[in-house]
């Protein structure tokens, strides 16, 4: 909970410079919602499509457990590569810039001024802050990047980026499976494997929907529910399309 006190603490000056010295610190939130929820969306399609069209649990963990390994790796590579081609976007740009106040270092010091003149300021405190940028070549180039480009000098790490979302995927892509595997490990069989199946989804949904939101600020149980509800459609779809083909048999 925040609180004044809270905030008082961290902004005394000793405690600003200690959090400006650490830098930012990079979230991996959004490849862990990423993986969560593709891999158990696309588990449960496949336990729905399976039970739709009224096939045998074996195909269930055996195209479920395909899906874990084929479609996590592809995810992690995806979320690497996309990661990546962000840093390396960056990269490009900084050598644009370079080049730029290289070859015209005067009609980059004008978009400086221009850039900041936007922000409301004129006359000697303009030109104070368009000669503190300049006289630095890195802090020049970094503040063209952020302010014309829109690009973040600070990124996260593609490799663990792809490493959370491979992880969140096959961890929680696997509880749909966890009803129709557990006979294979228990003497206890579960009556309704499906319905089972269901019930620990759609907790799955909820649950991962209600950890995003205690980042984001969120309700818990809102985003708990905005995640329930577009699983549980996507999951439906997948029933659906299940039963129309099990009729073309």
């Known amino acids: 909970m925040i609180t004044m006190e809270n905030i008082r603490a961290t902004h005394t000056p000793d405690a600003i410079q200690r959090r400006l010295r650490?830098?930012?610190?990079?979230?991996?939130?959004?490849?862990?919602?990423?993986?969560?929820?593709?891999?158990?969306v696309t588990t449960?399609?496949?336990?729905s499509g399976v039970a739709g069209a009224g096939l045998s649990s074996d195909v269930v963990i055996i195209l479920g457990a395909a899906n874990l390994a084929a479609d996590g790796f592809s995810m992690a590579v995806s979320n690497y590569l996309g990661t990546r081609a962000?840093?390396?976007?960056?990269?490009?740009?900084?050598?644009?810039?370079?080049?730029h106040i290289a070859a015209y270092p005067d009609g980059e010091r004008e978009e400086?001024?221009?850039?900041?003149?936007?922000?409301?300021?004129?006359?000697?405190?303009?030109?104070?802050?368009?000669?503190?940028?300049?006289?630095?070549?890195n802090r020049w180039i970094g503040t063209m990047l952020q302010e014309e480009y829109g690009l973040s000098l600070?990124?996260?790490?593609?490799?663990?980026?792809?490493?959370?979302?491979?992880?969140?995927?096959?961890?929680?892509?696997?509880?749909?499976?966890?009803?129709f595997v557990w006979p294979m490990l228990s003497a206890n069989p579960v009556l309704d494997p499906y319905?089972?199946?269901?019930?620990?989804?759609g907790i799955a949904f909820f649950c991962v929907g209600a950890v995003k939101g205690r980042f984001v600020v969120q309700p818990w149980y809102r985003a708990g529910l905005?995640?329930?509800?577009?699983?549980?459609?996507?999951?439906g779809l997948a029933y659906l399309v299940g039963i129309a083909l099990s009729r073309v048999q």
């Open 44 to 47: 449960f399609a496949i336990v």
């Open 226 to 235: 905005e995640t329930l509800i577009v699983g549980s459609a996507a999951a």
């Open 112 to 137: 400086i001024r221009q850039i900041f003149r936007a922000k409301g300021l004129s006359g000697t405190e303009l030109e104070g802050i368009v000669s503190a940028i300049t006289s630095d070549r």
């Open 22 to 40: 650490a830098g930012p610190v990079h979230s991996y939130l959004r490849d862990f919602i990423y993986g969560a929820v593709d891999g158990i």
């Open 195 to 201: 319905v089972a199946s269901s019930t620990i989804t």
């Open 86 to 99: 962000d840093r390396e976007l960056v990269d490009r740009a900084r050598r644009i810039e370079e080049a």
């Open 154 to 179: 600070q990124g996260v790490s593609p490799i663990r980026a792809a490493a959370v979302t491979f992880g969140a995927f096959v961890l929680l892509g696997a509880l749909p499976l966890i009803s």
